[in-house]
C-alpha cells in the first residue's frame, strides 16, 4: 500500500510540472511578435538602435544589469548559414574540457527549451519552470509603470537565457544572434565577449537586414567590441571588404579562418560529428573561437595573444589538442545535415532555406542518398517533403532541388497534426493557417512551373508537361506534417501509427510507386519548423 501510495504521489508530481510548463510555454506564447507589429518594426528601420535601448530597459526590469553579463565570458557568432552548428561545435569542444556551457540557440525543432542549454542538454522541465516564472514575474509586475510593455518572444527568450545562465553559474555561454547583429537583441552584451564569429554570409531576412550582401554584411559585423577579438570564415569579396571597415572603424582584431585540412592532426582528416562538405569551414571557426577563448582563460599551453586590430589577417592554423579532435567528433546539432533510418525508409533532415545552405543540402544529400542507394535492395522512391515560410524564394531553391531526381514532392504547412494537440512549443501565431496552406499550394504550383511547360486538362486545372528527358515528379499538397509522412511511408514507418483524417482514394492509387519500392527516401528541407515537426514524429523521445 505504501509503495502504491509513493507510486501515485510521484505520478501527481510529473502531472504537475508538466501542466505547470504548459502553463509557462502558452504564456510564453502570448509575447510572439504579432504581423502588425513586425511591420511596425520594418517602418522603424531608421532608428533600430532603440531596438538595444528597449533590450537594457527590459533586462533592468528583470533585475540583471548589462555589466553583470560580463560573468557569462561570452563567446558571440553571427552568420547566414551554420552560425547554429558553428555554436554548437564551439559548445561541445569547451564542455569536453570539463567547462560548465551554456548555450542560446534559436529556432527550436520541437520544444522551446532546447533553446537554453546547460552542459548540452536542453534546461529541464522544472528550472524552465522556474526561471521562466521568475523573469516573466518581475517584468509583469513592472508593465504598468513602463506603459504596459512586455518584450516580445525572441526578447523575453534572451532576457531569460541570460537569468539561466547566471543562476546556474556557467563558465562561459555561446550565444546565436538570432537576426543580423549590430541591432539583435542578444548584441547588449556591448562590453563582454570573449571573442566573436562570423559564419558563411549570404541574402536572408532582406526586409529587416537590407537586400544587398555589402548591407547584411554591416549589420552582422556590428557584434564586434573594440579590442575583442573576431574570426570570420572565408566572405564573398563585397561582404568581405564590408567586415573589414567595420573591423576597422570599431578597433576589433578580425581574421580570416583558415581551411580546415591546414590544420596539423596526427589522425589524418579531422572527423566531424555532423555531415557535410560545409561543416569543414564551420569546423575551422569553431576550432579558433574555442582556441582564442582557452587563450583568455589561461590555460597550460595556450599563452596570450596580441594582434593588430587595424586589418584583417589570416588566423594561424595550430595543431588541435586530442580533447578538440574529440569535441569536433561528437558534435551533434539535430535537423541539420541529419539521417534517420526507419527500416525501409530513410530520412533526410536539414533546415536549409537561403540559397547558399540550400545548395549545401542538395550536395549533400545527392552524395548521402547515392551512397544509401549503392547498397539497396531494390528499387528506391526519392521523395520531397518541402516548406518555406515568409519571404523565402521558394521558386530560387527549386531550381537547386530539380536534379535530385525526385518522384514526388510533397508540399504541407508547418502543422503538425490535423487534430488540435496540447504541445504549445510548435505553436505560431505569426502567420495564420490560411496563410500556411495558400503558401504551399503556391509552392506547389511553382514546383509543377520548374518541372516542364504549361498545358490545361479536361478539368480546366493547369497541367504540367515535361519539356526534358529527365524524371517528372507528382507533386501532393497535404493540410499537416503527419498526413504527409503517412502517405509518403504508406504504413512503413511503425513510429507513425496513428490516426489521422483519410485521405482521398485518388492520392491512394498515386502512391503505387511507393509501396512497390524497396526503399524510401525522404529528403525534408526548406524550413527549420518543418524539420522540427518531422523529427517530433520520428522521435517521440524529442516531446518529453
Not at 504548459?22 to 509575447?31: G, K, R, S, V, Y
Not at 551554420?82 to 525543432?109: D, I, M, N, W
Not at 562561459?172 to 542578444?186: F, R, S
Not at 519500392?517 to 523521445?541: C, E, F, Q, R, W
Request: hydrophobic share 40%; glycine share 8%; with cysteine.
Amino acid at each position: 500500500r505504501t509503495r502504491g501510495f509513493q507510486q501515485l504521489v510521484l505520478a501527481l508530481s510529473v502531472l504537475s510540472v508538466c501542466v505547470l510548463l504548459q502553463d509557462a510555454i502558452c504564456t510564453l506564447n502570448t509575447l510572439q511578435t504579432n504581423a502588425s507589429a513586425l511591420e511596425q518594426v520594418r517602418r522603424e528601420r531608421g532608428r533600430p538602435e532603440l531596438q538595444l535601448h528597449a533590450m537594457r530597459a527590459f533586462l533592468n526590469r528583470a533585475g540583471i544589469t548589462v555589466e553583470e553579463l560580463d560573468h557569462l565570458n561570452i563567446i558571440h557568432v553571427t552568420g547566414t548559414k551554420g552560425k547554429g552548428s558553428t555554436c554548437a561545435f564551439t559548445e561541445q569542444v569547451l564542455r569536453s574540457y570539463g567547462f560548465r556551457t551554456g548555450f542560446y540557440s534559436s529556432p527550436h525543432l520541437v520544444q522551446v527549451r532546447e533553446r537554453i542549454r546547460i552542459n548540452g542538454q536542453p534546461i529541464g522541465k522544472e528550472l524552465f519552470t522556474k526561471y521562466f516564472w521568475q523573469v516573466y514575474g518581475r517584468l509583469d509586475e513592472t508593465k504598468e509603470a513602463h506603459g504596459g510593455t512586455m518584450p516580445a518572444y525572441f526578447r523575453f527568450l534572451t532576457i531569460l537565457a541570460f537569468h539561466v545562465f547566471l543562476q546556474e553559474k556557467v563558465d562561459l555561454a555561446v550565444i546565436e544572434v538570432g537576426i543580423g547583429g549590430a541591432y539583435d537583441c542578444t548584441n547588449i552584451i556591448s562590453r563582454s565577449p570573449w571573442v566573436c564569429g562570423i559564419s558563411s554570409l549570404g541574402i536572408d531576412h532582406t526586409q529587416i537586414l537590407g537586400d544587398t550582401i555589402e548591407q547584411i554584411a554591416w549589420q552582422k559585423g556590428g557584434i564586434f567590441k573594440p579590442g575583442v577579438p573576431a574570426f570570420t570564415v572565408r566572405q564573398p569579396e563585397d561582404a568581405m571588404a564590408v567586415l573589414r571597415d567595420r573591423a576597422k572603424e570599431i578597433q576589433c582584431p578580425l581574421r580570416v579562418c583558415p581551411e580546415l585540412d591546414d590544420y596539423q592532426v596526427d589522425c589524418g582528416l579531422l572527423r566531424l560529428g555532423l555531415a557535410g562538405q560545409h561543416q569543414r569551414a564551420n569546423a575551422s571557426l569553431a576550432l579558433q573561437l574555442s582556441h582564442s577563448w582557452l587563450q583568455r582563460r589561461c590555460l597550460p599551453g595556450f599563452p596570450a595573444d596580441s594582434v593588430d586590430g587595424s586589418s584583417v589577417l589570416q588566423a594561424a592554423s595550430f595543431k588541435p589538442s586530442p580533447i578538440m579532435v574529440k569535441g569536433l567528433a561528437d558534435t551533434e546539432w539535430p535537423g541539420r545535415n541529419q539521417t534517420l533510418k526507419h527500416g525501409a525508409v530513410t530520412y533526410f533532415l536539414d533546415g536549409a532555406h537561403t540559397m547558399r545552405s540550400m545548395q549545401a543540402c542538395v550536395q549533400w544529400f545527392r552524395e548521402t542518398a547515392a551512397q544509401h542507394e549503392r547498397s539497396a535492395s531494390g528499387p528506391v522512391c526519392r521523395v520531397l517533403l518541402f516548406n518555406a515560410t515568409g519571404e523565402r524564394d521558394s521558386a530560387a531553391m527549386f531550381k537547386l532541388l530539380l536534379p535530385c531526381q525526385f518522384d514526388f514532392a510533397v508540399f504541407c504547412p508547418n502543422i503538425t497534426e490535423a487534430i488540435a494537440s496540447c504541445n504549445a512549443d510548435q505553436q505560431n501565431f505569426n502567420v495564420s493557417l490560411e496563410n500556411m496552406l495558400t503558401r504551399c499550394l503556391d509552392n506547389e504550383r511553382s514546383w509543377r512551373l520548374h518541372q516542364g511547360g504549361e498545358e490545361h486538362g479536361d478539368d480546366g486545372r493547369l497541367l504540367i508537361l515535361p519539356r526534358l528527358p529527365e524524371k517528372r515528379a507528382d507533386t501532393l499538397v497535404f493540410p499537416c506534417i503527419l498526413s504527409a509522412l503517412q502517405w509518403i511511408t504508406q504504413n512503413r514507418d511503425p513510429t507513425l501509427d496513428r490516426a489521422v483524417p483519410p485521405v482521398k482514394p485518388g492520392l491512394k492509387d498515386k502512391a503505387a510507386p511507393l509501396r512497390q519500392a524497396a526503399h524510401i527516401h525522404v529528403l525534408v528541407t526548406g524550413s527549420l519548423h518543418l524539420v522540427g515537426g518531422v523529427l517530433k514524429h520520428l522521435d517521440p523521445a524529442s516531446s518529453k
